[in-house]
């Protein structure tokens, strides 16, 4: 049974750092693309980052650029993690880490992903 399981999320103040983690399992995950996304109350789902599995190739949200930065551990492909650097009250949304696959570069696009993880909550106070 595949799972992924984010961790990481608080509360945090304006300007905060915290890094969030994706553990993966039920398969390797080294040949997936991996990715980030978020949703805030009463709004759709968005993409965040996403990071190929092949030459860990990265994409990103162009409001997050800069301050995020999504990486996945080379010896233990089923790991991925998302730093959040200068965070912003706009940022506060559940992330959720989601798994690709199929998709050969990193990709923005929610129905490119198979797996999906429950999300885990961020809270930027101002």
């Known amino acids: 049974q595949v799972q992924l399981v984010e961790s990481g999320g608080r509360l945090v103040q304006a300007g905060g750092s915290l890094k969030l983690s994706c553990a993966a399992s039920?398969?390797?995950?080294?040949?997936?693309?991996m990715g980030w996304f978020r949703q805030a109350p009463g709004k759709e789902r968005e993409f965040v980052a996403s990071?190929?599995?092949?030459?860990?190739?990265?994409?990103y949200k162009d409001s997050v650029k800069g301050r995020f930065t999504i990486s996945r551990d080379s010896a233990n492909k089923n790991t991925l993690t998302l730093q959040m650097n200068s965070l912003r009250p706009e940022d506060t949304a559940r992330y959720y880490c989601?798994?690709?696959?199929?998709?050969?570069?990193?990709?923005?696009?929610?129905?490119?992903?198979?797996?999906w993880g429950q999300g885990t909550q961020v809270t930027v106070s101002s």
């Open positions: 989601a798994a690709s696959e199929h998709q050969q570069g990193p990709t923005a696009r929610a129905a490119n992903y198979n797996y």
């Open positions: 039920g398969r390797t995950f080294s040949s997936y693309t």
């Open positions: 990071i190929s599995w092949n030459d860990y190739s990265t994409n």
